[in-house]
């Protein structure tokens, strides 16, 4: 997806609470700005952990809802209001980024575990220490209060707003979005984000260049976490609060689908795949029947699985390549007999 | 340029088993600094394994080996390109998913510090430019933008050894060179290869004659993991050992 067509994507987004204001009665647009949009933006933050992992270096990692659940948890132990109160005490300002801290070092010792994994191996161990998570926070009463979790996280008190005002929580959601998609689209740029590629095309010859492959995949699965991080917090605020089910099984792999469905291939995919499920969550109850989302969401993966294995937006670009040919004639001469 | 009084290989007794096999079975050798040297042998003779247990992509079970007298036996492979011994693979490993200049890129980085840095390279990057140089000399400079998977046989070649030269290797590792080139390639591949600086240390494995023999100063002949014939490259085709190497003991 080339940078122009990134910025009109974030143009719209800015614009979009308003353009709804237009077209749909006040109380609906709020809900799609908070509910679809705001919701996608922040479940689509941990899916770009995930999109960032597997697009740059191959690694799919089933851990990256459990690593923002822990910045989650991390939050709502620490934060004040917080009910029931374990540690507490703490401004927004402090334990917010305790909570980026504690899933940056989780993400760097899942990176640290799994480091000598590939593949479906990789995929295992990472959705072993998930489960394990899940398991000690629904089994632990005293730091994570057991089945029920932590409630009441309602976020701080910005410009003389409170967090929930959907407006707000949508702009802060866009801006933290926008600047991590933009932050990875640095990183894969920089000799970092290179060598990262290296490992993913071949980590052999990365380490016959002289890279030391583990620490670059583990420091990989740092910035993956912070990235999760980012997301855990503002999911967290978005649902007043965390419980083991919002980084059990189900999520997890929700955060793999919303993945896939997006396309790994590009960072944009993680936020196009986020609206999809997000659209498809809100409204599979009304359309069909609410016992049976998972059934119609496992009909839409296939669909497009089946369709296009990179995505919706693997799709789009092969229909804009097909659209632009004329485009491919302008580059330089492609090689004609220049071996000699 | 005096020469440097420590050898630039030196294997000593150097064995490797694989189970029940053994590939590689007590071979010593003594590289000069500058010196180019050919390692030859029909299939199965252990040309690769010994190039490996240099390389440090497997361990030997055997032995010691010595670069320009300091003992690499233990170290991993990333520590000994960075004591400066580069390295080409039989088969291409190269990033099909980078451009040829990012490919270069990487391999010119790899040799120095600040491997970590998460600073895009700005216009002026010393890195970047010397990226640009070695496409140029790989004569690849018309292709440096492209992904490196649309490259051609001999122009992912041509890439091959523009990396492994690019950390300033004391040593180059050159695993069959001419694997799967057209005969038209490989005049190109031998002037590349004899256009290299004596500043640099040459070993190549090789299969082809055609190539090994003119680019070397002293060859040497392997069967059944252990060294049969060391030889200069004028006598190597007149022995009667490797006679009966490559035609089979009945001639």
Redesign the interface.
């Known amino acids: 997806m080339s940078a122009r067509l990134s910025l009109l994507a974030l143009a719209l987004l800015v614009l979009a609470p308003a353009l709804l204001g237009l077209v749909l009665p006040p109380n609906q647009a709020q809900f799609w700005t908070a509910n679809i949009l705001g919701r996608a933006l922040v479940y689509g933050i941990v899916a770009l952990s995930l999109t960032f992992l597997a697009t740059y270096g191959g690694f799919v990692s089933l851990a990256q809802m459990t690593l923002a659940g822990i910045a989650g948890y991390a939050l709502a132990i620490l934060v004040e209001g917080a009910v029931p109160g374990i540690v507490g005490g703490l401004p927004y300002a402090a334990a917010v980024p305790a909570a980026l801290l504690a899933a940056t070092l989780a993400g760097l010792l899942v990176g640290a575990i799994a480091v000598r994994t590939r593949d479906i191996y990789l995929l295992m161990i990472t959705l072993a220490l998930a489960m394990g998570v899940a398991r000690f926070a629904e089994s632990n009463i005293d730091w994570f209060n057991g089945y029920e979790g932590i409630r009441n996280v309602v976020g701080p008190v910005l410009f003389g707003v409170p967090f929930r005002d959907p407006h707000l929580f949508y702009y802060v959601a866009l801006a933290a979005a926008a600047a991590l998609y933009a932050g990875v689209l640095?990183?894969v740029?920089?000799?970092?984000?290179?060598?990262l590629?290296?490992i993913?095309?071949?980590p052999?010859?990365?380490?016959?260049?002289?890279?030391?492959?583990s620490?670059?995949r583990i420091?990989a699965f740092g910035v993956a976490g912070f990235i999760a991080g980012c997301g855990g917090v503002l999911t967290t605020i978005y649902n007043i609060g965390i419980s083991p089910g919002s980084i059990g099984l189900g999520a997890s792999v929700n955060i793999l689908i919303i993945s896939v469905i997006g396309g790994l291939g590009h960072p944009a995919g993680a936020f196009v795949g986020s609206l999809i499920f997000a659209v498809f969550d809100t409204f599979a109850a009304s359309l069909y029947d609410r016992d049976r989302f998972n059934t119609l969401i496992g009909l839409v993966f296939l669909g497009i699985v089946l369709a296009s294995p990179d995505g919706i937006v693997g799709l789009a670009r092969r229909l804009g390549g097909l659209r632009r040919p004329s485009r491919a004639g302008e580059q330089?001469a492609p090689?004609p007999a220049?071996?000699? | 340029m005096p020469p440097d009084p420590a050898p630039a290989l030196h294997l000593t007794g150097i064995g490797r088993r694989f189970g029940a096999l053994h590939a590689v079975r007590d071979v010593t050798l003594t590289v000069a600094a500058g010196e180019r040297r050919a390692v030859l042998g029909p299939n199965g003779a252990g040309k690769t394994t010994l190039f490996n247990l240099v390389c440090g992509d497997i361990p030997p079970t055997e032995g010691r080996i010595a670069f320009f007298g300091a003992d690499i036996t233990h170290l991993p492979p990333h520590r000994r390109t960075r004591l400066g011994i580069g390295r080409t693979y039989q088969t291409s490993l190269l990033f099909n998913g980078l451009s040829v200049l990012d490919n270069l890129y990487l391999a010119v980085r790899g040799g120095r510090p600040g491997r970590f840095s998460v600073r895009r390279p700005g216009r002026g990057d010393p890195d970047l430019a010397r990226a640009r140089a070695l496409a140029e000399r790989m004569r690849l400079a018309h292709v440096a933008e492209r992904p490196v998977a649309d490259l051609s046989h001999g122009q992912r070649r041509q890439l091959e050894v523009g990396m492994a030269l690019a950390c300033d290797p004391k040593v180059l590792m050159l695993d069959e060179p001419a694997a799967g080139l057209s005969p038209g390639d490989r005049p190109e591949l031998l002037a590349l290869l004899k256009g290299l600086p004596r500043s640099l240390t040459l070993v190549l494995v090789e299969h082809d004659m055609d190539v090994a023999l003119p680019a070397s100063d002293v060859v040497t002949v392997m069967k059944d993991g252990a060294i049969a014939v060391e030889a200069p490259p004028d006598r190597i085709g007149s022995d009667p050992v490797v006679q009966a190497i490559y035609l089979g003991g009945g001639h």
Request: positive net charge.
């Open positions: 640095y990183l740029r920089t000799p970092f984000g290179l060598v590629q290296g993913r095309d071949n052999r010859r990365v380490a016959a260049l002289g890279y030391d492959v620490l670059h420091a330089p090689r220049e071996t000699g």
